[in-house]
């Protein structure tokens, strides 16, 4: 039986069931898009008990001192047990094609999709994933720019807790990665936004930085569609919530609509790209 059969229970019922009263539920619904209804051919509301569990999860979050934003967010968030945002979008996507590449393409690849994010994107969600700080600080003039106009920018690095910068508007969010973190091996640049998604997620392969000189090789997966975007930022944008707590809540970060699916057309152009940039790699 899918959630749309289990989904019998009306507004009232909920309201009911988790004490709140059903002006507040449709509120919510209005600015969040939470709890959403299952919605019946005469346009009816209708939930499930999963529906009752999450708005009962919220409350929970609300009373722990968490924003009603960050707490509808933490409800709807995914579950990510590896600490990985590659392993984890390989898990939602299994479609994807990994490809080994190295640091220089990366970089290139990198490099791309910010400055076409900075040129284009409107109001975008933006994370980076620099593995050291020092590698961040090559870049971070980039990264500040970026985050000057979007909605959020948010970057992992080595950071000292001590010494991360705090959360503002306008300015990267900085996330210090522990050092027992998948994150001290991946590289991540995501732009979900509506009018120019894109995402490349990268994790180094063992044994890479044992010969200083041997150029350092990466297992990267890419992506253009929509909700694959929305997916690597909704992974990374969770596990900041676990190493950085409270960075949502000093922002306000509102929560995003769904994006739209993928065309057959985008996925034979992936396809294409996919293999262009295996041979310019290997002429590098």
Not at 73 to 81: D, I, K
Not at 167 to 176: I, L, N, Q
Not at 179 to 202: G, M
């Amino acid at each position: 039986m899918d959630a749309h059969a289990r989904a019998s229970l009306t507004i009232g019922d909920l309201a009911h069931r988790t004490g709140v009263p059903i002006s507040t539920l449709r509120s919510w619904e209005k600015r969040y898009g939470f709890p959403e209804p299952r919605r019946q051919p005469g346009g009816h509301r209708r939930y499930s008990d999963a529906d009752v569990d999450a708005v009962l999860d919220v409350l929970a979050r609300r009373r722990g001192g968490l924003s009603l934003a960050a707490a509808v967010h933490r409800a709807e968030a995914p579950q990510v047990r590896s600490g990985s945002v590659f392993a984890e979008l390989r898990r939602l996507h299994p479609l994807l094609r990994p490809q080994v590449l190295s640091r220089r393409t990366l970089v290139s690849m990198s490099h791309a999709i910010e400055d076409e994010c900075a040129a284009r994107a409107a109001d975008p969600v933006l994370v980076g994933g620099f593995q050291r700080e020092r590698f961040l600080r090559a870049s971070y003039d980039r990264w500040r720019e970026l985050a000057r106009t979007a909605q959020v920018a948010v970057v992992f690095a080595d950071f000292d807790t001590r010494d991360a910068a705090p959360p503002r508007r306008g300015a990267p969010v900085e996330v210090p990665i522990p050092p027992e973190s998948p994150l001290n091996r991946e590289w991540l640049v995501v732009c979900d936004a509506a009018d120019l998604p894109a995402c490349l997620v990268a994790v180094e392969r063992p044994g890479g930085g044992a010969d200083p000189a041997a150029e350092r090789t990466f297992e990267a997966v890419w992506s253009v569609d929509p909700q694959v975007v929305r997916d690597a930022s909704r992974i990374a944008t969770t596990l900041a919530d676990d190493l950085r707590p409270g960075w949502r809540d000093a922002l306000d970060v509102p929560p995003q609509p769904d994006p739209p699916g993928a065309s057959e057309d985008l996925y034979r152009a992936t396809l294409l790209f996919d293999r262009m940039v295996a041979y310019i790699d290997a002429a590098h």
